[in-house]
Every structure is written in C-alpha cells, then in structure tokens.
C-alpha cells in the first residue's frame, strides 16, 4: 500500500522514489495505491484545484504503467473506514512524538499560519491509510521512513493494548537502496512544492525540460584526473543514471576521470535523454485526463476493491477494541 498527495505536480523523484516500485509489484503481489487529497488538505484549505489534481494524479499513475484492472486505485477520500480508524489511533499516539516528525517542523516552518490539528496528526492519519489494509509492504521514498516507523510503533501499540490484529508495515523497494532523487540546484532532492526550475515534472514540455537541464549547477571542471566530485556534479550523474544508457553514462564519468569533462555537452546529452524519458508518460497522461468517465470508472473500481479490504479490517478492529455489543 502506498499513497501520494493529491497537491502540486508529479516529478521524477516520485516515479523513481515510489512509482516505479507500484508498476512493479502490481504483478507480484495484492496493491493499494491512493491518491492522497485528504492528507492536501492539511496544508491547502483552498481546494478550488482539488479535483483537477486528482485527476491529474491519477493520469499520471497510470501513464507510468499502473494498471487499475490489476491494482487498487482509489482516493483517499471515498474510503469512509479511514477516518474512523485514525480517529482510534489517534488515543495512542502522542503530542510529543507528533511535534518532533520532521515533516511535520518543515510544514510548520512553510506554513506558519495554518498549523492545524491535522498537520501534527499527519502520521496517524497515514498510519491508518496503510494499516487499514493490513499492509506489510510499502513502497516509499526514503524521506517517509520516519512515517513508517511510526506507523509500526501505532501498530504494536494496538496490538499490545487491545490484541493482534496488525501486521508491521516496512518500506519495500525489491532489495534495491532507496532512491532520492535530487534538485537540479544541488540542494537537496527534486520536490513538488520548493524549487519548481530545479525539478523535472513528468508533465515538463520538451522545451522546458532542455531549459531546466541546462540550468542545472556545475562548475569548471576537474583540473587533473581523479579530482574528488563534488555533491552538485555527482547529483548530474546520478540523473544521467536514471535516464541514459549505460553506454553514455560510462563515456562522461571517464571524461570526468581524466579531467576533459565538457559539462555543456554533457547536460545536452541528459537533456535530450530526459526528454526522450519523460514525453511518452506526459502524452499518455494528457490523454487520460481528457477522458472523464474512464477516470470515474478508475475511481469507483478502485474504491469498491479498497472498500472490502477496508471493511475486514474495521470489524477486526471494532471487535478488538470491544466496541461489538451485540
């Protein structure tokens, strides 16, 4: 089970932090994914461009190769069993772990007029979207490894307190190190809400992908060879890594290694690369958000498949609790 929120553009740190990880389980095991608008709203109360963005969402997912006939897609918001289990998460979890998540100190420093009950619960909230499903395997990016252990820490607070009913969930990325994927400007990872020219969205024209490329931070080059790499140049090849031949990536890291390194011909490369890499999934995804009722007909099969799990889960829950009296 996985989500992603329903604010701001898809980029290429979520297809290669978490997308990819869903096209690739969706053969192999029993998946959830979620579009996560509830969660959009602790940080955008103005939801004039909530259902646009879903949809986007969704047309993005399932550009990137997700099939709704063999998964789960669905909003978070249809899936009425959620807000009933976090509310009883909510009675474990405490007010000091909740202030010290990192998300949610970033959120506050970004949006210090609206922090709400809703952000500082943030990670209750997720923990119920995964938990719901009894879900063990959550293929997420490294920044929510935070989040997931505190999901564990609600699961076996549950379990300890009222009797087993949850599994542990872990971050799953097929025995691979999770991948961040970073800002163009070198500062950090590509992001949907910071630095738009320092991110790659996967719906980026040809044109502005080539601008962003070429505007990405490099310096003069090595001045001898095996000169160390600095974190800025290294985050270039770590792009050309995801999106290049092997062949290409192997001809610019010996340019590197023997100090003739021409970055201008090198950020062309990505560019053309990137652009090659991200225009079948733009298109793809522009088709599919032009056809409303095939995302209605996604959103309600997603839903109703959500809707049984969810549902096994919450008489699991309730009779757990003590909450069945007749």
């Known amino acids: 089970m996985s989500g992603i929120r329903s604010t701001g553009f898809l980029h290429l740190g979520n297809y290669f932090g978490a997308i990819r990880n ?3 389980m969706q053969d192999e095991y029993e998946c959830y994914f979620m579009v996560a608008d509830v969660h959009s709203l602790t940080t955008h109360p103005d939801t004039k461009e909530l259902k646009p963005n879903v949809h986007r969402v969704l047309a993005e997912n399932v550009a990137c190769g997700l099939d709704p006939e063999k998964v789960a897609l669905y909003c978070q918001s249809h899936l009425y069993e959620t807000g009933e289990l976090y509310m009883y998460l909510n009675m474990l979890a405490y007010k000091g772990e909740l202030e010290k998540t990192t998300t949610f100190k970033d959120k506050a420093r970004q949006h210090p007029e609206n ?3 809703g952000l500082l619960t943030y990670p209750v909230l997720q923990a119920a979207d995964i938990l719901l499903h009894r879900a063990t395997l959550v293929p997420v990016g490294k920044d929510q490894e935070q989040h997931l252990e505190m999901s564990r820490n609600f699961a076996n607070r549950f379990n300890h307190r009222y009797g087993d009913v949850f599994p542990e969930p872990y971050a799953f990325n097929f025995g691979e190190q999770l991948i961040k994927v970073p800002s163009l400007d070198g500062k950090g990872k590509m992001s949907k809400s910071e630095n738009q020219y320092a991110t790659i969205y996967l719906s980026d024209e040809d044109d502005m992908i080539r601008k962003k490329i070429m505007k990405a931070k490099t310096d003069a080059g090595p001045t001898e060879p ?4 600095p974190d800025y140049i290294e985050n270039i ?6 999106v290049s031949s092997n062949e290409v990536l192997d001809k ?3 340019d590197y290694n023997r100090a003739v390194i021409r970055y201008g011909d090198m950020k062309k490369q990505l560019a053309e690369d990137m652009v090659v890499f991200v225009r079948p999934i733009r298109e793809k995804a522009e088709a599919i958000r032009n056809d409303q009722k095939y995302l209605r007909d996604i959103m309600e099969a997603g ?3 959500a809707r049984k799990r969810a549902a096994e889960t919450m008489e699991k829950v309730r009779e757990a609790i003590g909450l069945k009296y007749y």
Do not use: H, S
Not at 226 to 229: A, I, N
Not at 237 to 242: G, Q, R, T, Y
């Open 22 to 24: 869903y096209v690739r």
């Open 115 to 117: 922090v709400n009950a």
């Open 226 to 229: 095996g000169t160390p790499m």
């Open 237 to 242: 090849f770590l792009l050309m890594k995801l």
């Open 252 to 254: 610019f890291l010996d």
């Open 303 to 305: 839903a109703e498949k």
